[in-house]
């Protein structure tokens, strides 16, 4: 059993080790006027809750972490395409950085998960967004969860309710 023990921990230790870090250096041009409907007010509303289940079951929700939509265009697809592998929805560990555009966190907005983790977005533009957070926790001294993400569109006065989970 000790033996069983001792060859996970190093399995895990030399898998992690080895990895090399993960940088995201998109490749296409921030373009502004594809990501400016971020600033429009509109009659929409983005609302939901974020999770993830631990291995023994337990529930894990976003509770005081932000949570971003940003406009769907070229750039932001890449961005998320290399981090999550997907453009529609995802789920990932992370990354080490993310080369990116000093001026792509304008065109962002924020809001921030309640301790149930719900989170709302109101007067939101018609258009199609990336909604991402950040469910962590730590146990012992590793650190658990990670990012979650999916591809909305709202228009016509939508109120859009969302779960992000895995």
């Known amino acids: 059993m000790h033996l069983k023990k001792v060859i996970i921990t190093?399995?895990?230790?030399?898998?992690?080790?080895?990895?090399?870090p993960r940088v995201i250096k998109p490749t296409a041009l921030l373009d502004p006027s594809s990501a400016s409907y971020i600033f429009d007010v509109g009659g929409n509303t983005i609302s939901g809750?974020?999770?993830?289940?631990?291995?023994?079951?337990?529930?894990?929700?976003c509770a005081s972490s932000?949570?971003?939509?940003?406009?769907?265009?070229e750039y932001s697809s890449q961005i998320i395409s290399e981090m999550f592998g997907s453009t529609d929805k995802g789920y990932s560990i992370g990354v080490s950085s993310i080369d990116y555009d000093a001026d792509y966190v304008k065109y962002r907005r924020v809001s921030v998960c309640d301790a149930q983790g719900n989170f709302v977005f109101e007067n939101v533009?018609?258009?199609?967004?990336?909604?991402?957070?950040?469910?962590?926790w730590v146990i012992?001294?590793?650190?658990?969860?990670?990012?979650?993400?999916?591809?909305?569109?709202?228009?016509?006065?939508?109120?859009?309710?969302?779960l992000l989970s895995r």
């Open 10 to 20: 190093l399995s895990v230790l030399i898998l992690t080790g080895c990895m090399e």
């Open 49 to 61: 809750q974020a999770f993830l289940r631990q291995n023994g079951g337990g529930v894990v929700t």
């Open 66 to 73: 932000e949570v971003y939509i940003f406009p769907v265009n």
């Open 125 to 136: 533009a018609d258009g199609e967004y990336y909604l991402s957070t950040d469910v962590r």
């Open 140 to 162: 012992g001294n590793s650190r658990q969860g990670g990012y979650l993400f999916e591809k909305v569109s709202v228009n016509k006065g939508s109120n859009l309710k969302v």
